[in-house]
């Protein structure tokens, strides 16, 4: 039998929009009170499907924050373990 | 590609759960260095890791949302649950220290003269600066919720405008606290007056800090069009959670500032 039909779609899902309310940008076009809507575009960006994490989805920028938070928490931690060590030790008293 | 067949949330793998563990350790860890041994880096590096999780955590959750479409009805009661739930347990942490201040207060021992106020302590006028920041957390109450009623009605310059306006009187309040902290003839080493007073108080200010910060990214997030006239359960939870800061003055003022003068 040449294949069974897929019981779930197999094309990319459709971009999800959140247009079933009234959108705050609902104004007249030349009503650009503080910059204007650019939501569309980030929901296309981060909708991309190229497997990426939510978390690095942005690519570089989101990789530096990343990295430098992970050093600091690593470097942090061992410095910490090392602080807590000594403190253990006993003092030497006079 | 297999779609899911619920309504919840499977969030992609995540570091921030982990690294906020880790910073929530280098932050007591640190507090411990600082106390002790009276050297503060590994203090600063605790609280610095700690901000940049929150940064990079939160910004996930509004990209999941805003940008993602993660945050179906079922997602959002979960929230409004959880959200109620946090505000619930900040609540019982403020009990504890009224208790401290009642335990002290409603029965004061010899070694305080055996009044309340203790002997030597001049309490502050709870007439003057106390009472002008009653009404501006009142005054800040009211325009927030002017600000949800515009949001849910889709006029946005006026969501801007008394959203703005909750801030700077969050703002006012702090600074005129300051100021009060900075001015009261009395300090936190003043026996349990001092201890109960700006114990109490503290976190409370500590908690219009982190309020007006919660409305400060609420308000980007307006400008930036990121909330809908019936999705923008990131300000009502702000908004929840200024009114509570609000209740706890109301109470704080009552009975530490009024009754206990």
């Known amino acids: 039998m040449q294949g069974l039909k897929p019981i779930v779609s197999t094309e990319s899902p459709a971009l999800i929009f959140g247009t079933t309310t009234k959108l705050a940008s609902d104004l007249p076009a030349t009503d650009s009170f503080l910059g204007k809507n650019k939501v569309p575009d980030l929901q296309k ?3 991309k499907a190229d497997g ?25 931690t061992i410095y910490c373990l090392i602080a807590l060590y000594m403190a253990s ?4 008293q006079k | 590609m297999a779609h899911q067949a619920h309504s919840y949330h499977m969030v992609d793998p995540s570091p921030w759960p982990i690294l906020g563990a880790t910073a929530a350790l280098l932050t007591t860890s640190g507090l411990i260095m600082w106390f002790h041994f009276n050297t503060s880096y590994l203090l600063a590096l605790g609280l610095l890791s700690m901000l940049l999780v929150m940064l990079q ?36 942490f403020f009990l504890g220290f009224f208790w401290a201040f009642f335990h002290s207060s409603l029965a004061p021992t010899p070694e305080l003269g055996g009044q309340w106020p203790p002997t030597g302590i001049n309490p502050l006028n709870p007439l003057e600066v106390p009472l002008l920041n009653t009404a501006i957390l009142l005054a800040s109450g009211v325009t927030v919720t002017w600000a949800h009623h515009s949001i849910t009605e889709s006029n946005r310059k006026q969501a ?22 900075y001015e009261a003839p009395f300090s936190i080493a003043d026996g349990v007056y001092g201890s109960t007073f700006f114990v109490a108080t503290g976190f409370h200010g500590l908690h219009v800090i982190i309020g007006s910060s919660f409305l400060s990214v609420c ?17 009502e939870a702000a908004a929840w959670y200024w009114h509570f800061v609000d209740v706890i003055w109301l109470f704080l003022y009552m009975t530490i500032y009024w009754w206990g003068s």
Do not use: C
């Open chain 1, 52 to 76: 990426l994490p939510v978390h690095l989805k942005r690519g570089v920028p989101d990789k530096l924050l990343y990295r430098t938070t992970m050093a600091l928490t690593i470097g942090g």
């Open chain 1, 45 to 47: 960006l981060f909708q």
């Open chain 2, 219 to 235: 308000l980007l997030r307006l400008i930036k069009f990121h909330f809908t006239s019936n999705h923008h359960f990131g300000f």
């Open chain 2, 160 to 181: 801007i405008q008394a959203l703005a306006l909750t801030i700077l009187l969050g703002f006012y309040f702090t600074a005129l606290q300051a100021t009060e902290y």
């Open chain 2, 57 to 92: 955590w939160w910004r996930d959750i509004v990209r999941e949302s805003t940008f993602q479409g993660h945050h179906t009805p079922t997602v959002q009661k979960g929230l409004r649950y959880g959200m109620i739930l946090f505000i619930t347990s900040e609540a019982f």
């Open chain 1, 89 to 92: 030790q006993p003092r030497n």
